[in-house]
């Protein structure tokens, strides 16, 4: 836990174990998947391990995406072109809300709407970023994200 009472997400979801446990079995569902098993096809391995590490950082967790995967630049970069839609944006939410669900994730109230706001801004961002024209700001900080609400109006 941090110094003040209240727990980072990372901390109330369980961590690094817990995230990795959630986007290998998430992964596993969306190979098969009839909308997205194609847009997955060519990841590799290690792609679980690097969205735990993504999402572990924007929960609160340790850097280490920033450290060691080249922190968000990179990850904007593995979108760009992809020309993802919304429908495909929809069912990769629901498939790893439901993954939560199969594995017992916290579901209180609090956390799974900060889950949610988490997912739909940032897989909304994801579909932006896939579009023709989209550039990876080099400059692009972390996302961070806690228990609070946004503070207005998409800016870009
Ligand atoms: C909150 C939403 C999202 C997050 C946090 C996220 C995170 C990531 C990260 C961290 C990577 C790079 C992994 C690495 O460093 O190797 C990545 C790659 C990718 N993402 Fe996302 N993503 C999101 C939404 C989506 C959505 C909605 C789609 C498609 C429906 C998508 C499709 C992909 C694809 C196809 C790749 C490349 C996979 C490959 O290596 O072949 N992402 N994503």
């Known amino acids: 836990m941090s110094n003040q009472s209240v727990p980072t997400l990372y901390e109330w979801l369980g961590g690094m174990d817990a995230l990795t446990r959630l986007t290998t079995r998430f992964y596993e569902h969306v190979k098969m998947d009839s909308l997205l098993a194609s847009v ?51 069912r990769w939410v629901v498939l790893l809300l439901e993954t939560a669900d199969e594995l017992g994730m916290p579901d209180d109230p609090e956390f799974r709407s900060a889950l949610v706001g988490y997912l739909e801004w940032g897989s909304r961002l994801a579909v932006i970023n896939s579009q023709s024209g989209a550039e990876a700001d080099e400059d692009a900080p972390m996302p961070k994200w806690g228990w609070g609400e946004v503070k207005g109006p998409y800016t870009g």
């Open 40 to 90: 997955f096809a060519h990841m590799g391995a290690d792609h679980p391990n690097h969205v735990a590490a993504f999402l572990a950082e924007v929960f609160g967790g340790p850097d280490t995406y920033s450290t060691q995967h080249g922190g968000h630049p990179h990850m904007i970069r593995q979108h760009l072109n992809r020309h993802l839609g919304q429908d495909q944006r929809r």
